[in-house]
């Protein structure tokens, strides 16, 4: 016991012997402004599941998370809305991310009490009339974004046209778009029959680019989705109740999310991540001298420099997990 107790010591000492070595060379950052503080602090209120596992989707449902994938629930999904720059909303059941970048990709699940949506006229889905309505809607809630001090979004086309399985229940969309100040919009909807509602599903990603490659993924991930035994939409009974709506009403009502603001998370990056990377970096030092190798104990000049793009996945494999790197908040998400 003594021996182990020894030993623990040692490692101690070397970790934080080149730990301090590498803080008093660092530059010194400037200090956080209180905003940024505060939106650190609200950020840091965000309650994580990391996969894998089956978690709760609100009390309707639930997913298989894979590894590499985290979820907050209704209270942790609203600071997220707040944070990333969309209105927040009593409907939002969960948000789903990358554990190592949660803000490059993400998914939100909301449920809607409306009981079963007929889906009889699925067949009928007029794209051109549909994407008209679409736009229509979006500029009126455009006003109401305005008010809440955020950027009005404008739809320019499809990128998937509304097309409905009959199967699986599940409608689905996707939508290319802009904001006020020019910069890309994309979303990809879907809608999950149940007995008593539907789950809505939303995809959004910090490069609209890369939206195409990645859904056949997202659905692979919603197979793991389902509402609880009895809710789901075959177990109906006469007397239940019947949505005033249908699959087409689904579609030319919704309305369309911006994707994630990174500027301070990017900057938050650079301040907050470094010091962890330092830690990780004497770590791995301590292992390379108890192993006799070298190690590389310097941070990239730029950690926010890093395209958050090129390490998303193609299908039909999983959007998995992006590498660990200097740039992601990481662990700071889960207290």
């Given amino acids: 016991m003594l021996q182990h107790r020894f030993w623990f010591t040692v490692v101690c000492l070397l970790v934080f012997s080149g730990l301090q070595e590498r803080l008093i060379a660092a530059p010194a950052d400037p200090p956080l402004t209180p905003e940024q503080r505060r939106i650190l602090e609200r950020f840091q209120q ?20 894979p590894d590499g994938f985290q979820i907050t629930n209704s209270a942790g999904a609203q600071i997220y809305m707040e944070l990333s720059g969309n209105p927040p909303s009593a409907d939002i059941q969960s948000v789903v991310t990358f554990t190592e970048e949660p803000f490059g990709f993400y998914l939100i699940f909301s449920y809607v009490d409306s009981g079963k949506v007929d889906d009889r006229d699925a067949n009928n889905l007029n794209a051109d009339e549909l994407l008209k309505q679409l736009r229509e809607n979006t500029n009126a809630g455009n006003a109401h974004r305005k008010q809440l001090g955020l950027e009005p979004l404008y739809i320019d086309r499809w990128i998937i046209p509304p097309r409905y399985n009959s199967t699986t229940k599940q409608l689905e969309w996707a939508i290319r778009g802009h904001s006020e100040t020019g ?26 680019d890369e939206i195409e490659s990645v859904i056949p993924g997202v659905n692979q991930l919603l197979q793991g989705f389902s509402f609880n035994a009895g809710s789901d939409y075959a177990s109906w009974q006469p007397g239940d109740k019947v949505a005033a709506l249908g699959v087409t009403a689904l579609v030319a009502g919704s309305t369309t999310a911006v994707a994630a603001k990174l500027g301070f998370f990017q900057k938050m990056g650079v301040f907050i991540f470094k010091y962890i990377y330092l830690i990780l970096a004497a770590l791995g030092a301590v292992g390379a001298r108890f192993l006799g190798k070298s190690a590389s104990t310097s941070p990239p000049s730029d950690p926010v420099a890093m395209n958050h793009d090129s390490a998303l996945p193609r299908p039909p494999t999983l959007p998995g997990p992006r590498p660990r790197t200097p740039q992601s908040p990481d662990n700071q998400s889960s207290d």
Avoid: E
């Fill in 46 to 65: 965000i309650s994580w599941q990391k996969g894998p596992g089956r978690f709760a989707v609100g009390p309707q449902a639930t997913i298989q998370i």
């Fill in 183 to 208: 910069n890309p919009v994309a979303n990809w909807d879907t809608r999950i029959l149940g007995r008593y509602g539907m789950m809505s599903v939303k995809l959004v990603m910090t490069n609209p």
